[in-house]
């Protein structure tokens, strides 16, 4: 007589044997929470510099926005036009409203844009470029704009980052009063202190309407600064960085 072997769905005390759910089934909240924390979660807390693990101190105490939109109208009346005007009757309300968004990155900490990193990155242990990334600031010493694009590019250890967070990183900095060469720097810090990766490589260009507008009027002048951590000390590394910036140009 032949055996008949039952199928082992129908035997109780064997589990299936793939423990992953089929398409269509539901997986309980606290079990997805759990699987996506092996996937996403914040980076550890670490010893940080002050720029990076919070926003800056706001001064105290803060004129109010009152205080705000009279220190324009006597602008205004300084620059030699009437504050009364009617196209100008409206003009100190907006600039403040203006001045809360353009210089937002006080309010802003990059430790909180880039402290949550993905671990599932397989073998990658290259590095990743994001390459001309417009923005615009102000330089502090005239409140002159100035715009251009910013170059990153990291070489991860076991975590990336994901790639909007590092273009809103270079918009905390660069919503402040700022020199390019400082910006550049903080960048670079924070990506470094907080990813701790294995280098960073960080290139702004960009045009200063205090140059191109007042004292020598040289409109179209690039400004390129460039800040380099770890591998990317390394001639070869700066070499290949430059190469892949300047890619998208050639």
Known sequence: ??????????????????????????????????????????????????HVRAAPAPVSPKPSREEAEAAVKTLIAFAGDDPAREGLRDTPRRVVSAYEELFRGYRECPLDVLERTF?????????????DVPFASHCEHHMAPFVGKAHIAYIPVERVVGLSKLARLIDVYARRLQTQEHMTSQIATAIDEILKPRGVA????????????????????????????????EAAEQMRFVTLVRGAAA
Do not use: N
């Not at 599932?120 to 390459?131: C, F, N, Q, S, T």
């Not at 290139?203 to 690039?222: I, P």
């Open 1 to 50: 007589m032949q055996r008949v072997v039952a199928p082992c769905w129908q035997k109780k005390h064997v589990r299936p044997a793939c423990p992953v759910p089929l398409p269509g089934a539901v997986v309980a909240p606290a079990e997805m929470e759990r699987r996506m924390d092996a996937i996403l979660k914040p980076f550890p807390k670490q010893q940080l510099s002050e």
């Open 119 to 131: 671990s599932e990155i397989g073998r990658y242990d290259d590095l990743v470029l994001i390459r």
């Open 202 to 233: 960080v290139m702004l260009e960009a045009e200063h309407l205090c140059m191109a507008m007042r004292g020598v009027q040289k409109a179209g002048v690039s400004t390129v600064t460039t800040q380099f951590t770890g591998s990317f000390r």
